[in-house]
Protein backbone atom coordinates (compact mmCIF):
# COMPACT_ATOMS: atom_id res chain seq x y z
CA UNK A 1 0.00 0.00 0.00
CA UNK A 2 1.57 3.35 -0.93
CA UNK A 3 2.27 5.47 2.24
CA UNK A 4 0.34 8.96 2.03
CA UNK A 5 2.27 11.90 2.77
CA UNK A 6 -0.41 14.26 3.64
CA UNK A 7 -2.30 14.61 6.89
CA UNK A 8 -5.72 12.27 5.88
CA UNK A 9 -3.60 9.44 7.69
CA UNK A 10 -2.57 8.98 11.16
CA UNK A 11 0.94 10.13 11.68
CA UNK A 12 3.54 8.91 14.48
CA UNK A 13 3.52 11.82 15.97
CA UNK A 14 -0.57 11.47 16.34
CA UNK A 15 -2.39 10.51 19.40
CA UNK A 16 -5.84 10.57 20.49
CA UNK A 17 -5.51 11.63 24.58
CA UNK A 18 -2.10 14.02 23.42
CA UNK A 19 -2.32 17.13 25.97
CA UNK A 20 -2.99 20.01 24.18
CA UNK A 21 -3.48 23.72 25.28
CA UNK A 22 -7.43 24.41 23.91
CA UNK A 23 -8.94 23.60 27.66
CA UNK A 24 -12.38 24.76 27.08
CA UNK A 25 -12.64 21.95 24.66
CA UNK A 26 -11.16 19.30 26.81
CA UNK A 27 -13.22 16.84 28.44
CA UNK A 28 -12.51 14.99 31.89
CA UNK A 29 -14.16 11.58 32.62
CA UNK A 30 -14.34 11.09 36.28
CA UNK A 31 -15.11 7.70 38.36
CA UNK A 32 -16.01 9.32 41.53
CA UNK A 33 -19.28 11.01 40.86
CA UNK A 34 -22.01 9.55 43.13
CA UNK A 35 -24.91 10.71 40.50
CA UNK A 36 -22.74 9.22 37.69
CA UNK A 37 -26.02 7.44 35.85
CA UNK A 38 -27.52 10.88 35.68
CA UNK A 39 -24.08 12.27 34.20
CA UNK A 40 -23.83 9.14 31.65
CA UNK A 41 -27.53 9.70 30.47
CA UNK A 42 -27.00 13.34 30.29
CA UNK A 43 -24.19 13.29 28.33
CA UNK A 44 -25.78 10.65 25.85
CA UNK A 45 -29.20 12.89 25.42
CA UNK A 46 -26.62 16.25 25.08
CA UNK A 47 -24.85 14.60 22.49
CA UNK A 48 -27.70 13.41 20.66
CA UNK A 49 -29.46 16.94 20.85
CA UNK A 50 -26.44 19.03 19.40
CA UNK A 51 -26.50 15.98 16.60
CA UNK A 52 -30.17 16.56 15.83
CA UNK A 53 -29.55 20.13 16.16
CA UNK A 54 -27.13 19.93 13.29
CA UNK A 55 -29.36 18.20 11.16
CA UNK A 56 -32.11 21.04 11.53
CA UNK A 57 -29.44 23.75 10.98
CA UNK A 58 -27.93 21.89 7.66
CA UNK A 59 -30.94 20.03 5.90
CA UNK A 60 -28.35 17.18 5.63
CA UNK A 61 -27.35 13.55 7.00
CA UNK A 62 -30.51 12.11 8.88
CA UNK A 63 -30.96 9.18 7.04
CA UNK A 64 -27.03 8.44 8.01
CA UNK A 65 -26.87 9.55 11.37
CA UNK A 66 -30.52 8.29 12.23
CA UNK A 67 -28.92 5.18 13.66
CA UNK A 68 -26.42 6.93 15.76
CA UNK A 69 -29.41 9.14 17.49
CA UNK A 70 -31.86 6.22 18.02
CA UNK A 71 -29.04 4.98 20.18
CA UNK A 72 -27.44 8.15 21.93
CA UNK A 73 -31.47 8.91 22.71
CA UNK A 74 -32.40 5.11 23.91
CA UNK A 75 -29.35 4.56 25.77
CA UNK A 76 -29.91 7.87 27.64
CA UNK A 77 -33.49 6.57 28.79
CA UNK A 78 -31.77 3.27 29.80
CA UNK A 79 -29.63 5.03 32.01
CA UNK A 80 -32.10 7.05 33.62
CA UNK A 81 -34.09 4.09 34.37
CA UNK A 82 -31.38 2.27 35.88
CA UNK A 83 -30.65 5.63 37.58
CA UNK A 84 -34.03 5.79 39.17
CA UNK A 85 -34.24 2.18 40.39
CA UNK A 86 -31.21 2.15 42.04
CA UNK A 87 -32.16 5.86 43.62
CA UNK A 88 -35.68 4.00 44.60
CA UNK A 89 -34.25 0.69 45.63
CA UNK A 90 -31.89 2.62 47.92
CA UNK A 91 -35.11 4.53 49.60
CA UNK A 92 -37.11 1.22 49.85
CA UNK A 93 -34.19 -1.68 50.26
CA UNK A 94 -31.06 0.06 52.17
CA UNK A 95 -29.19 -1.30 48.68
CA UNK A 96 -27.27 1.04 45.91
CA UNK A 97 -28.07 -2.09 43.81
CA UNK A 98 -29.52 -1.57 40.39
CA UNK A 99 -30.47 -4.24 37.43
CA UNK A 100 -26.67 -3.83 35.85
CA UNK A 101 -27.39 -6.51 33.63
CA UNK A 102 -30.87 -5.82 32.22
CA UNK A 103 -31.12 -3.51 28.91
CA UNK A 104 -34.17 -3.97 28.11
CA UNK A 105 -36.13 -0.72 28.45
CA UNK A 106 -39.79 -1.95 28.74
CA UNK A 107 -38.56 -4.28 31.41
CA UNK A 108 -36.57 -1.21 33.17
CA UNK A 109 -39.59 0.81 33.04
CA UNK A 110 -41.94 -1.95 34.87
CA UNK A 111 -39.89 -2.00 37.81
CA UNK A 112 -39.67 1.93 37.85
CA UNK A 113 -43.05 2.93 37.09
CA UNK A 114 -44.53 1.10 40.23
CA UNK A 115 -41.72 2.75 42.50
CA UNK A 116 -41.97 6.23 41.29
CA UNK A 117 -45.96 5.63 42.23
CA UNK A 118 -45.12 4.30 45.68
CA UNK A 119 -43.08 7.15 46.57
CA UNK A 120 -45.61 9.69 44.66
CA UNK A 121 -48.57 8.51 45.38
CA UNK A 122 -50.29 11.93 44.37
CA UNK A 123 -48.36 12.32 41.24
CA UNK A 124 -49.62 13.05 37.54
CA UNK A 125 -50.67 9.59 36.03
CA UNK A 126 -51.62 11.26 32.43
CA UNK A 127 -48.13 12.31 32.83
CA UNK A 128 -46.70 9.10 33.75
CA UNK A 129 -49.28 7.57 31.25
CA UNK A 130 -47.56 9.81 28.28
CA UNK A 131 -43.97 8.48 29.48
CA UNK A 132 -44.67 5.18 29.39
CA UNK A 133 -46.33 5.20 25.75
CA UNK A 134 -43.26 6.82 24.55
CA UNK A 135 -40.89 4.04 26.08
CA UNK A 136 -43.12 1.89 24.07
CA UNK A 137 -42.41 3.06 21.23
CA UNK A 138 -38.71 3.28 22.18
CA UNK A 139 -39.23 -0.42 22.77
CA UNK A 140 -41.02 -1.25 19.68
CA UNK A 141 -38.14 0.13 17.71
CA UNK A 142 -35.35 -0.89 19.56
CA UNK A 143 -36.04 -3.61 23.06
CA UNK A 144 -32.71 -4.30 23.75
CA UNK A 145 -30.44 -1.68 21.88
CA UNK A 146 -29.61 -3.90 19.10
CA UNK A 147 -30.75 -2.22 16.13
CA UNK A 148 -29.32 0.99 16.66
CA UNK A 149 -25.93 -0.46 16.97
CA UNK A 150 -25.49 -3.47 14.19
CA UNK A 151 -27.31 -4.49 11.32
CA UNK A 152 -27.42 -7.98 12.52
CA UNK A 153 -28.09 -10.07 15.00
CA UNK A 154 -25.77 -13.03 16.21
CA UNK A 155 -27.51 -15.05 14.11
CA UNK A 156 -26.97 -13.20 10.98
CA UNK A 157 -31.10 -11.90 11.15
CA UNK A 158 -31.51 -8.34 10.16
CA UNK A 159 -31.92 -6.03 13.19
CA UNK A 160 -34.28 -3.60 11.31
CA UNK A 161 -37.50 -5.26 9.97
CA UNK A 162 -39.44 -2.78 7.12
CA UNK A 163 -38.69 1.15 7.50
CA UNK A 164 -39.00 3.30 10.07
CA UNK A 165 -39.39 6.97 9.83
CA UNK A 166 -39.81 9.57 12.64
CA UNK A 167 -38.95 13.09 12.21
CA UNK A 168 -35.25 13.95 14.25
CA UNK A 169 -36.81 17.59 15.48
CA UNK A 170 -39.91 15.42 16.66
CA UNK A 171 -38.12 12.71 18.80
CA UNK A 172 -35.74 15.76 20.08
CA UNK A 173 -38.68 17.68 21.16
CA UNK A 174 -40.33 14.99 22.93
CA UNK A 175 -37.13 13.78 24.30
CA UNK A 176 -36.76 17.41 25.96
CA UNK A 177 -40.35 16.53 27.64
CA UNK A 178 -39.36 12.93 28.71
CA UNK A 179 -36.02 14.29 30.57
CA UNK A 180 -38.57 16.99 32.64
CA UNK A 181 -40.61 14.37 33.71
CA UNK A 182 -37.41 11.78 34.18
CA UNK A 183 -35.26 13.90 35.76
CA UNK A 184 -37.41 16.02 37.75
CA UNK A 185 -38.32 12.19 39.13
CA UNK A 186 -34.66 11.65 40.08
CA UNK A 187 -34.14 15.05 41.72
CA UNK A 188 -37.60 14.26 43.92
CA UNK A 189 -36.19 10.60 44.98
CA UNK A 190 -32.55 12.77 45.62
CA UNK A 191 -34.27 14.97 48.01
CA UNK A 192 -36.03 12.18 50.15
CA UNK A 193 -32.79 10.51 50.14
CA UNK A 194 -31.12 13.42 51.46
CA UNK A 195 -34.06 15.06 53.84
CA UNK A 196 -33.66 10.97 54.89
CA UNK A 197 -29.90 11.10 56.26
CA UNK A 198 -30.48 14.78 57.57
CA UNK A 199 -33.52 12.70 59.40
CA UNK A 200 -31.24 10.06 60.59
CA UNK A 201 -27.74 12.63 61.96
CA UNK A 202 -30.63 13.86 64.25
CA UNK A 203 -31.90 10.88 65.40
CA UNK A 204 -28.70 9.80 66.15
CA UNK A 205 -28.06 12.95 68.49
CA UNK A 206 -30.73 11.96 70.53
CA UNK A 207 -31.32 8.30 70.26
CA UNK A 208 -30.91 7.95 73.70
CA UNK A 209 -34.25 9.63 74.22
CA UNK A 210 -36.44 6.10 73.15
CA UNK A 211 -39.89 6.62 72.64
CA UNK A 212 -39.16 10.36 72.11
CA UNK A 213 -36.81 9.41 69.34
CA UNK A 214 -39.13 6.78 67.55
CA UNK A 215 -42.09 9.87 67.29
CA UNK A 216 -40.27 12.15 66.55
CA UNK A 217 -38.42 9.73 63.16
CA UNK A 218 -41.87 9.48 62.70
CA UNK A 219 -43.21 12.97 62.40
CA UNK A 220 -40.10 14.16 60.05
CA UNK A 221 -40.69 11.49 58.02
CA UNK A 222 -44.47 12.24 57.65
CA UNK A 223 -43.04 16.25 56.84
CA UNK A 224 -40.63 14.54 54.34
CA UNK A 225 -43.61 13.12 52.11
CA UNK A 226 -45.62 15.71 52.35
CA UNK A 227 -43.25 18.14 51.09
CA UNK A 228 -41.39 16.05 48.55
CA UNK A 229 -44.82 15.06 47.11
CA UNK A 230 -46.11 18.88 46.86
CA UNK A 231 -42.77 19.60 45.08
CA UNK A 232 -43.65 17.27 42.28
CA UNK A 233 -47.07 18.03 41.97
CA UNK A 234 -45.50 21.64 41.34
CA UNK A 235 -42.87 20.26 38.49
CA UNK A 236 -44.85 17.75 37.12
Not at 44 to 69: C, S, W
Not at 71 to 97: A, P
Not at 161 to 175: C, K, S
Request: proline share 4%; hydrophobic share 30%.
Amino acid sequence: MKAQTDDSWPGPHDSLFAGGDEWETAAMLSGSDPHGLLAYAESYKQAADAVVETIERTRQGADLMGYAVLFLYRHYVELMLKGLIRMGRRIERGSWDYPRNEHGINKLWQECRPMLERQFPEGDKSATDAVERCVKELCRIDPNGEVSRYPEHKDGRPTVQGDHYFPLRNVRQTMDKIDGFLGGSYDALDELLQHEADVQSELDSYADEGEGGRRQRENEKAQQSDGVERWMRATM
